[in-house]
């Protein structure tokens, strides 16, 4: 049951939660971290997914068909991975998971001319791991061109040049075509 805002008659509904989480629920219990009542209401059916790197055999089939799915979306020719890519693929650890490998893919699609993609051509796209790799902190300002920007402008800023970027795509491959 719930109230809307304003209202004193109360509604019912019927719902499902699917949340998806990578922390350690017990532990954040016992810490303190996370409400014990929430985690009962929340396990009814619990479901584990290894993370990607847990799953060496499905990371070129999901390349594969993000790799297609871009090729359809950006209507070019899919990438197409070396054996040795393929390696460079399945050996990195993926801690950012699937959205990682997704975003991976995406970039090479739009990014690179050759649709053969090396294990070199790869690692361009992949960071270095360590402790501290992120460009700045969350809670920072960067300065660029003598202005400073928290990282959610920057983020803004780098999204409406993608969009105008991508207007410009069209309109080239309009061009192309006529």
């Known amino acids: 049951e719930f109230l809307r805002v304003g209202s004193s008659k109360a ?14 629920f017990i532990h954040a219990i016992n810490t303190g971290k996370f409400r014990e ?20 055999g499905d990371i070129h089939l999901l390349f594969k068909k993000f790799a297609l799915d871009f090729a359809d979306k950006y209507k070019m ?3 197409r991975l070396t054996p040795a890519a393929q390696n460079v693929l399945e050996t ?17 699609s739009v990014l690179e001319h050759d649709r053969s993609i090396s ?33 959610r402008d920057l983020i803004l800023k780098m999204l409406l040049q ?5 207007q410009e795509i069209d309109t080239l491959k309009a061009q192309i075509n006529s």
Do not use: C
């Open 119 to 151: 294990a070199e051509t790869i690692k361009n796209y992949l960071p270095e791991e360590g402790d501290n790799i992120l460009p700045v902190r969350a809670t920072e300002t960067i300065s660029v061109g003598g202005e400073n920007f928290s990282d």
């Open 92 to 108: 990195y650890r993926w801690p950012g998971n699937v959205r990682q490998l997704k975003n991976v893919a995406e970039q090479m």
């Open 77 to 79: 020719p899919a990438v």
């Open 37 to 56: 009542d929430l985690y009962y209401r929340l396990n009814a059916v619990p479901i584990y997914v290894p993370p990607l790197r847990e799953r060496k």
């Open 11 to 24: 509604q019912k509904t019927d719902v499902r939660v699917i949340a998806a989480s990578n922390i350690n």
């Open 162 to 166: 993608m969009g105008q970027l991508r």
